[in-house]
T-cell receptor, first 111, second 113 residues
Framework: GENVEQHPSTLSVQEGDSAVIKCTYSDSASNYFPWYKQELGKGPQLIIDIRSNVGEKKDQRIAVTLNKTAKHFSLHITETQPEDSAVYFC??????????FGIGTKLQVIP | EPEVTQTPSHQVTQMGQEVILRCVPISNHLYFYWYRQILGQKVEFLVSFYNNEISEKSEIFDDQFSVERPDGSNFTLKIRSTKLEDSAMYFCATTYLIGETQYFGPGTRLLVL
């Protein structure tokens, strides 16, 4: 089955700086890669996703890149704000219905 | 914006008791999922459900677990005889089409004593 590795597990940045979270996946059949943000006590909320036919996608301060050859995908948050502080999960679908999550990155944006 | 809802938000139960967790999917969604998240760990897939059948399940989803959509609205997860290690957040997720975005509910925090 699919295995998703994510790093770093924790990340602290100064407000206004950029944050980068990296993931790798194992199953070449994966074709859908969502990123979720989880705030304390809440369920994961989709913030951006990318499909295997696209190399990069951007939505305001958030961008995701995908390298299918290397099986890497990354989340980039620019101009970070305190409200960006949360746990971020990458995921891959392994070609199936379910999504397999990474371990999560706890992002802290320091004002 | 439509959202997935779950009840209860918190459930405390004694080991060996049965619990039923409920989810109301987004109205036009056809595919339903349960995931769980043990405190501090990753979100893990339990089961997917489509057309009143289980379509995929993980190793975690053993005979103690069952799912159903009894009234065409609620989607439920039943744990027949809870164990201490069942303590976790349980998330329902739904989607309209396979491979499309899965929308997660707020979760039910289950504590087994």
């Amino acid at each position: 089955g699919e295995n998703v590795e994510q790093h770093p597990s924790t990340l602290s940045v100064q407000e206004g700086d950029s944050a980068v979270i990296k993931c790798t996946y194992s199953d070449s059949a994966s074709n859908y890669f969502p990123w979720y943000k989880q705030e304390l006590g809440k369920g994961p909320q989709l913030i951006i996703d990318i499909r295997s036919n696209v190399g990069e996608k951007k939505d305001q301060r958030i961008a995701v890149t995908l390298n299918k050859t290397a099986k890497h995908f990354s989340l980039h948050i620019t101009e970070t704000q305190p409200e960006d502080s949360a746990v971020y999960f990458c995921a891959a679908n392994g070609g199936y219905q379910k999504v397999t999550f990474g371990i999560g990155t706890k992002l802290q944006v320091i004002p | 914006e439509p959202e997935v809802t779950q009840t209860p938000s918190h459930q405390v139960t004694q080991m060996g008791q049965e619990v039923i967790l409920r989810c109301v999917p987004i109205s036009n969604h056809l595919y339903f999922y349960w995931y769980r998240q043990i405190l501090g760990q990753k979100v893990e897939f339990l089961v997917s459900f489509y057309n009143n059948e289980i379509s995929e399940k993980s190793e975690i989803f053993d005979d103690q677990f069952s799912v159903e959509r009894p009234d065409g609205s609620n989607f439920t997860l039943k744990i027949r005889s809870t164990k201490l290690e069942d303590s976790a957040m349980y998330f329902c997720a739904t989607t309209y089409l396979i491979g499309e975005t899965q929308y997660f509910g707020p979760g039910t925090r289950l504590l087994v004593l």
